[in-house]
């Protein structure tokens, strides 16, 4: 059982350019979340989606953007990358109540921008 | 917006001491969880609370939610080097949203 698969797990950009960040989870999970979590930090939350084609913003969606065409998949698009979003994202999912039961994790990608 | 505020931010014991860390809110929780993150990895789950005054045990990890479902607590007993990481409290945003919000961390070191 694979879970949550992140890819890919580091990536450096050059400001200005756009990239996928791409999330999979084998569980049939309804809810999926894209997190970002800098240095010393807690997880804020980017995007979520409450099942497919049903997406929504959470608190630091500016600059990103997410379509939920399938269940399985969630991809995070950095339009043009900016420096600010050197970070860790991570992609969760869960199946039950919006995550009252709690999220299952990827492993997460390191991204910086230069 | 709904906050979560831990406390302590940082944390460095020795081996067989015991602590406790915080999670509150000035909102009601509808349930809460807590969660530890290893370096280079993403959090994994420890525990979901429900019901105020809950207590639930894990090994020597203890969780409390409070009795107005407002904060929780997690105590560890006898801390070990394998209990070093960040730990994080979560919980859904009110208003009926789904948005799942996590808490500001504290960052447990356990000397050896």
């Known amino acids: 059982n694979a879970g949550v698969t992140q890819t890919p797990k580091f990536q450096v950009l050059k400001t200005g350019q756009s990239m996928t960040l791409q999330c999979a989870q084998d569980?049939?999970?309804?809810?999926m979340s894209w997190y970002r979590q800098d240095p010393g930090m807690g997880l804020r939350l980017i995007h979520y989606?409450?099942?497919?084609?049903?997406?929504d913003q959470g608190e630091v969606p500016n600059g990103y953007n997410v379509s939920r065409s399938t269940t399985e998949d969630f991809p995070l698009r950095l339009l043009s990358a900016a420096p600010s979003q050197t970070s860790v994202y991570f992609c969760a999912s869960s199946y039950g109540g919006g995550g009252a039961k709690g999220y299952t994790f990827g492993s997460g990608t390191r991204l910086t921008v230069v | 917006t709904q906050l979560l505020e831990q406390s302590p931010q940082f944390l460095s014991i020795q081996e067989g001491e015991n602590l406790t860390v915080y999670c509150n809110s000035s909102?009601?929780?509808?349930?809460l969880q807590w969660y530890r993150q290893e370096p280079g990895e993403g959090p994994v789950l420890l525990v979901t609370v429900v019901t105020g005054g809950e207590v639930k045990k894990l090994k020597r990890l203890t969780f409390q939610f409070g009795d107005a479902r407002k904060d929780s607590s997690l105590h560890i007993t006898a801390a070990q080097p394998g209990d070093t990481g960040l730990y994080l409290c979560?919980?859904?945003?009110?208003?009926?949203?789904?948005?799942?919000?996590f808490g500001t961390g504290t960052r447990l070191k356990v000397l050896a």
């Open positions: 979560a919980s859904l945003g009110t208003s009926g949203t789904y948005k799942y919000i």
């Open positions: 909102s009601v929780f509808s349930s």
């Open positions: 569980m049939n999970h309804e809810y």
């Open positions: 989606s409450v099942g497919a084609g049903i997406t």
